[in-house]
């Protein structure tokens, strides 16, 4: 979605072609006018300082690259990256006051290559007062009363069908997507799955891939073959939306999105776009806290053992192979602990970036009408003043946190993540039946990189066993 991470990479190279040419014509200063915005080095022309943040978020410790920029001119400071100058703030204060008044002095700015993929009706290009309406819509569906009451029972059954299949060799990223996209069509349309939304998912495979890319001249396959999967899959959804539109006028109702939608008074259009963009915000952040999760816990046997503990308890008490109810959801505080600790620690959305509408007074600084803005999560979270050993997982550290004002792994104001409740639940519910009914060790070593997005390089496979439950 809306990472550093999307804007990458053939971009990049489009950028150094053009740059050996233009260097030659060119020096490379860069302190350049308005003493009053952010100070910083916007690098060579260009390219910027884009090469330098890649090739450090290709590593397992990209701190570096905010470190040094930091330290050299503050936690704001001004950049140039992915072919624009950028103000990049590493400061929760400055990030909270830019999130809050998103519509107001800033507001979001994503790439024309991505628009046409979510499609025009997305949430994420959505402005103003259709914005707010169509958040709260998607808000009430995934709020935590609807999940208690509804999405929970799904959810937990879905997560024991696909753990059912599961032995030997697995590679854990891939299967928590399939458990993680199967949800999501459950949550939006009531579709059970079976072959159709496996194939369903396979056309959005490619449709996801065309995010990592630019539509260029000379890197035109991924992001040619995402359009056409993407044609393919708004197809398939039409025809879903139309038939269930038929089986409302004869009266059948159902509980999910799609009847939200057309309570709403939506078209057919509106909501396939709507649908599309809801089943990309989820298709690649959950599983991936899902995985590294799974990857952090493994590495950190006293975490593990003490989540192992909490969640036998559950199970001593109602029994094994049962479903998990509401209130156990709310009985595992350490879960939770080990949830803040991977969302802060991953960062699956680095950061968001807006565009400043006005020129906006930050600190001492003037951020000039029309700049790019980029709002870091990450390096608030990894910031060794605002976490102690900020960079070690340690979940124990929220037994103590009692105001986790710079803990935003979910953006915040009004385009704060609407599936952050659905999110933390799954995960929850995942973690639950992992651990009561497998033991499992790493098939190989893996490592953590955070570009072209946060990920392991092998998607994490793992050998699972199935531990002796006790009905
Ligand atoms: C661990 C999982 C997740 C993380 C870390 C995450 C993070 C985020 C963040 C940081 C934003 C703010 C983007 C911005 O301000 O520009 C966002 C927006 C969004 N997220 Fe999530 N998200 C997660 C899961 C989900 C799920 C499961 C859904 C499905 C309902 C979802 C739907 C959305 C939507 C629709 C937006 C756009 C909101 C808007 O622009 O108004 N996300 N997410
Ligand atoms: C969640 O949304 C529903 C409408 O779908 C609403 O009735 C309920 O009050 C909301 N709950 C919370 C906790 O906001
Ligand atoms: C986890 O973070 C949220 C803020 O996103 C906070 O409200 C909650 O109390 C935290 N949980 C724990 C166990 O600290």
């Known amino acids: 979605m809306i990472t550093i991470d999307l804007l990458l990479s053939p971009l990049s190279l489009l950028l150094l072609s053009l740059s050996t040419i233009l260097i030659i014509l060119h020096t490379t200063t860069s302190s350049r006018r308005n003493h009053h915005s952010p100070p910083g080095a916007t690098g060579i022309p260009f390219i910027g300082e884009t090469l330098q943040l890649i090739s450090a978020y290709k590593t397992e410790n990209p701190e570096p690259f905010i470190d040094t920029r930091v330290e050299k001119y503050g936690v704001v400071f001004t950049t140039h990256v992915f072919g624009e100058r950028t103000v990049f703030s590493a400061d929760g204060e400055t990030n909270r006051f830019i999130l809050k ?51 929970l029972v799904d959810i937990d059954r879905l997560v024991r069908l696909n753990l059912d299949a599961w032995t030997g060799r697995i590679l854990l990223m891939d ?38 890319c630019i539509p260029l001249p ?31 006028e004869r009266g059948v109702k159902k509980n999910d999105m799609l009847a939200a939608l057309f309570d709403n008074d939506c078209d057919d259009d509106e909501i396939v776009d709507l649908l599309v963009s809801l089943l990309v915000a989820g298709y690649d952040t959950t599983p991936t806290t899902m ?26 008490k109602k029994g094994a192979l049962v479903a998990l109810e509401w209130d156990d959801y709310k009985s595992m505080p350490f879960t939770q ?25 930050i600190k001492d600084f003037t951020i000039p009408k029309g700049s790019k803005v980029f709002a870091s999560l990450r390096a608030v979270h990894l910031d060794l003043e605002n976490f102690e050993d900020a960079r070690v997982f340690y979940p124990w550290r929220w037994q103590k946190i009692s105001d986790p004002a710079n803990f935003m792994p979910f953006g915040g104001g009004p385009r704060r993540c609407p599936g952050h409740e659905l999110a933390r639940v799954a995960l929850s519910v995942f973690l639950h039946h992992l651990i009561t009914r497998f033991s499992w060790i790493p098939a190989e070593e893996d490592k953590l990189v955070f570009f072209p997005t946060t990920r392991t390089q092998k998607r994490y496979p793992i050998i699972v066993q199935k531990r002796n439950v006790v009905e």
């Open 101 to 151: 008044n998103e519509g107001r002095l800033f507001e979001s700015s994503y790439p024309g290559s991505i628009a046409n993929l979510v499609g025009k009706n997305s949430l994420l290009l959505m402005r103003g007062g259709l914005h707010r309406r169509m958040h709260s819509l998607t808000m009430s569906f995934a709020n935590s009363t609807i999940i208690k009451d509804h999405l």
């Open 175 to 212: 299967e928590a997507k399939k458990i993680t996209f199967e949800l999501t069509l459950k949550q939006l349309l009531s579709i059970e799955p079976f072959e159709w939304s496996e194939n369903l998912r396979k056309e959005y495979m490619l449709v996801i891939e065309g995010f990592f």
């Open 218 to 248: 000379f890197f035109p396959l991924t992001y040619r073959r995402a359009i056409q999967a993407r044609k393919r899959v708004t197809e398939a959804l039409h025809l879903v939306v139309r038939e269930r539109r038929v089986e409302r």
């Open 291 to 316: 995985t590294l999760a799974v990857k952090y816990l493994t590495d950190t046997p006293s975490a593990l053992a003490q989540l192992k503990e909490e969640h036998e308890q559950i199970t001593r």
């Open 337 to 361: 602990c080990v949830v803040n600790e991977t969302l802060r620690l991953s960062n699956i959305i680095s950061g968001v970036f807006r565009r400043a509408m006005t020129d906006v007074k």
